[in-house]
Nanobody
Framework: QVQLVESGGGLVQAGSSLRLSCAASGRTFSSYAMGWFRQPPGKEREFVAA????????YYANSVKGRFTLSRDNAENTMNLQMNSLKPEDTAVYYC???????????????WGQGTQVTVSS
């Protein structure tokens, strides 16, 4: 069982930066692939970024590639998403997730946080 808690969301202006964090409980954090997903207002949840268990591989959605950077600290059981050059279309509830497979599919992630709101004003 893994519990995930996101933090770091907020209201910022376009072009600004935010750093989202995901803190995980449990002693097997490094065995899980981790991902960030987001759900814009009125839209379905979408993939943002994923990282494998040891942190050696990352994958990003085209919409955030070059602006977002995903990292994890297995000693601290945390995952961070550095978001730069934010755009209004990045406005969404952001969720972190943990699963046994390093994929872009939300269906493969077993554990989810409660979400944190990111709002980017123009």
């Amino acid at each position: 069982q893994v519990q995930l808690v996101e933090s770091g969301g907020g209201l910022v202006q376009a072009g600004s930066s935010l750093r989202l964090s995901c803190a995980a409980s449990g002693r097997t954090f490094s065995s899980y692939a981790m991902g960030w997903f987001r759900q814009p207002p009125g839209k379905e949840r979408e993939f943002v970024a994923a990282i494998n268990g040891v942190g050696s591989n990352t994958y990003y959605a085209n919409s955030v590639k070059g602006r977002f950077t995903l990292s994890r600290d297995n000693a601290e059981n945390t995952m961070n998403l550095q978001m730069n050059s934010l755009k209004p279309e990045d406005t969404a509830v952001y969720y972190c997730a943990a699963g046994n497979k390093y994929t872009t599919s939300a269906a493969t992630y077993k554990y989810w946080g409660q979400g944190t709101q990111v709002t980017v004003s123009s």
